[in-house]
């Protein structure tokens, strides 16, 4: 047997690898073995959204590594990295169902030596909406997600639309850099009552987790509006913006009609646009979008 096929067949069990060199190790040896390799970067405390994007991976590709890392460079320095949830024997749990091959959760210092002095900036569509509230977050998501791609270099990433900017971000970096890697993004999953899962619904208490409700709501609505035929976005934001306020709760970040592709705001809705909305619930920052299509039968 060759080293490659050995390499692969060992991995009926996920092996956890924490080294940047054997992870890449790894890979290429997957790859010389013809396999094509699906990877799934995440920040662990992984729910059912982070396990659509490995049920993707495993059907399209014949391998797949799920990254576990809380990358500190994406966090602000009033942001909550510290008490990010971290509990990887639940996450390695959550994953054996799934018959991943490999499990990349490096330490910091070995993502960031010391010295590390290298960023990637995207720059225009990180400008806006959460680069605006989170002046250096895309700057760190980019960095460490080049970085994945360079350690893990997969055939194929997975992405999840719930963060809708940082896959715009990611595909124009990959575009950009010239980064040999297709990227898929899948859709939202939510809770039966609409919420979008999100790691961080675990800092919201009973009262907050029901105000979160919100923010689906408040898309919900806008879905529906342009749905009947309404073309307005300002008309369409004013009751948007009226559901999400509706809870004492919540206090808006921002909530915006806009072109899918760069996301600057549009004033007529006459083809696909997308919803995106932020607030805080609490202490807790929630994201969550959804696309707005006008009704078919309506000439656009
Ligand atoms: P995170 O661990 O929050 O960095 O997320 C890792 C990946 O999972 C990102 O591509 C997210 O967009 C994706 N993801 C997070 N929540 C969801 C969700 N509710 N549905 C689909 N994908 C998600």
């Known amino acids: ?60 590709c014949d391998a797949c590594v799920v990254t576990i890392f809380v990358n500190p460079t994406q966090f602000g320095p009033a942001e909550d990295f510290e008490k990010y949830p971290r509990d990887l024997q639940s996450d390695l749990d959550l994953l054996a169902p799934y018959g991943v091959e490999a499990i990349f959760a490096p330490s910091p210092p070995e993502m960031y030596p010391p010295g590390f002095s290298t960023y990637v900036e995207v720059e225009e569509i990180s400008l806006q909406w959460e680069g605006a509230s989170r002046p250096t977050h895309f700057r760190g998501v980019a960095t460490v997600v080049l970085k994945l791609f360079q350690v893990a ?28 890697v297709q990227i898929r993004v899948c859709p939202i999953v939510r809770e039966a009552d609409g919420l979008a899962m999100s790691s961080r619904n675990a800092y919201l208490s009973h009262d907050e987790r029901q105000a979160a409700l919100q923010l689906s709501r408040c898309l919900k609505k806008g879905e529906e509006l342009v749905g009947q035929g309404i073309r307005s976005s300002a008309e369409v934001l004013t009751h948007m913006e009226q559901t999400l306020i509706a809870s004492p709760l919540v206090q808006v970040d921002y ?40 009704p078919e039968s309506l000439p656009s």
């Open 255 to 294: 909530v915006v009609i806009a072109d899918p592709e760069t996301l600057q705001p549009v004033e007529q809705i006459d083809t696909r646009v997308i919803a995106l909305v932020a607030a805080r619930v609490g202490k807790t920052r929630l994201i969550d979008n959804a696309f707005l299509e006008m």
């Open 1 to 60: 047997m060759s080293r490659e096929t050995a390499f692969y067949l060992d991995s009926q069990t996920p092996r956890i690898i924490s080294q940047c060199e054997a992870m890449r190790e790894w890979v290429q040896s997957a790859q010389r073995a013809g396999k094509k390799i699906g990877l799934v970067p995440t920040m662990g405390a992984l729910h059912e959204g982070h396990l659509s994007l490995v049920r993707a991976a495993r059907e399209e």
């Open 153 to 180: 270099p997969a055939n194929v990433a997975y992405f999840g639309q719930k963060d809708y900017q940082q896959t715009l971000v990611i595909r124009r970096m990959v575009k950009d850099l010239h980064v040999p």
